[in-house]
């Protein structure tokens, strides 16, 4: 299938007119000087709507005559709490400032040349070739919303783990970059037959990148179920507690089946994900690194690793107590009485760390707890609504999307090319979800791209999502092309054979001749 002729894609967030006229003046040269007031450097794509906090005015030539501000004179009243940065009218000056205001960290994606949609389709379209399946793409330039390249763009299909663009970029708008998880431990009277005892319930609290001790410097093990189980005994022993204590899981946040019916019999065996618990140690893992070493109940695992922790504390405190062997499930309900707890990385690492390693447990575990913010149960339905209702609610056209998980592993899915590059647009263009765009893995150095496209010109310039299943292969991500033009794209290949390794080298091939690419009308062969 080849190519539609280009078009422009409605963007959420654009360059306000008033904006955008004055980065008209400005590269007509008419303009010599700007005053910015809170022009704050921002990496990705502009911002949406004209912000009270941006001021751009106009500034002649020493000499010059001033003129009533005018839509060839922008001048937009000053935000009275944020300090002026005054510029002078030197040549270019302006550019430079107003490439601060729209959040482009580099001053020539204003003016680098884009590709031409002619001469990059015939590129592309020899490039994505597949043997059997079918292959949908898209190519957007991030500075206009332009779509360069349609293949079938806005058509779903099986984006495989690109769904954890979504998951990660709607995390982010509802629970906040900067949210962390608490895992907690809870003192509770109980009785264990006719004896009294004293529960101290783990209290589960979405984290599933806890450690065993743990680690201020690392995503996976920021918390550690040892300092818990520490702090935890230090506060039994302010309160003297004495006799029996046995430990207990509350675990009862999610809700529904912890393995989707959606997925395939070997999904969890094949150690891809476990069982989809509210805590967990290294991704399900028994240890960091254990690559698909994962555990058949992680959060039973974690309940025993805090068990250990805390008998030894107990011991070496002298606590007059006897900490049970057995490790029980109990739901707090809201009763009893904090002892300590423990605070993960934030969602913005953690988005980081899921992107970047493909990581389907703390996907599924990231998709649930923002349902669970968003008012949704904590299942798999509620995350798969959370995301589609947080991704539409930036203003990406969600038409045909349906998410049944939240790390792609269902062949289920439908995803457009077009929605995947909409949302790494929403990611580049605000601050606060940034990380959705910024925690894919660079080709050739990192993560899943990490054996990728080295040695090429797409190695430490494409940034990219990979998508894997029996019978699909999709790269999502952006790119910087040879003219430095900075391009977002997505490539799906569906209904592919054998090991998909005609799939997987057309889109490296493609993204890997974005990079070598000026793709401009008259100019050398593509890619050279």
Known sequence: MTSRPPRRRPAARTIPRTLGAALALLLAGTVTGCEVQGAGPVSGAAPSGPSPALVVSSTPPSGAPSSPSSPSSPSFEASPDRPAVTHPGRPGEGVSTLAAVLGLSDLTALLDPMPDPEVLA??????????????SAAVVDALTGEVLYDRSADEPAVPASAVKILTGLAALEVLGPDHRY?????????HVGDRDVTHVVLDAGGDVLLGTGDNATSTDGRAGLGTLA????????????????????DD??????EASPDWSPDIVPSGNVSAVQPIATHGGRPFAGAGTNRLHDPALYAAEVFRDHLARHAHDLGLKVQVADAVGRLSLRGRGSELASVTSATVAQQVTHMLKTSDNQVAEATGRNLALAAGQDGSFDGASRAIEEAVSGLGVDTAGLDLVDASGLSGRNRVSPLQLTESLGMAAGDPALEAAA?????????GTLEHRMVGTPAQDVVR??????????????????????????????NDQPGVLTDARFAVDRAAVLLAGCGCRAGAADPGQ
């Open 122 to 135: 015939s590129a592309l379209d020899a490039a994505l070739t597949v043997s059997s399946g079918t292959m």
């Open 182 to 190: 608490t895992t907690g431990a809870v003192a509770l009277p109980g």
């Open 230 to 249: 520490r702090q935890a005994a230090e506060e039994l022993s302010s309160r003297g507690t004495s006799g029996t204590v046995t430990v207990r899981l």
């Open 252 to 257: 009862s946040g999610y809700t529904g089946p």
């Open 438 to 446: 910024t925690g894919l893995p660079v080709a050739g150095k990192e």
């Open 464 to 493: 990219a999502k990979t998508g894997t299943l029996s019978s699909v292969a999709s790269l999502t991500g952006t790119v910087k092309t040879a003219d430095e033009r900075q391009l977002v794209f997505s490539f799906i290949a």
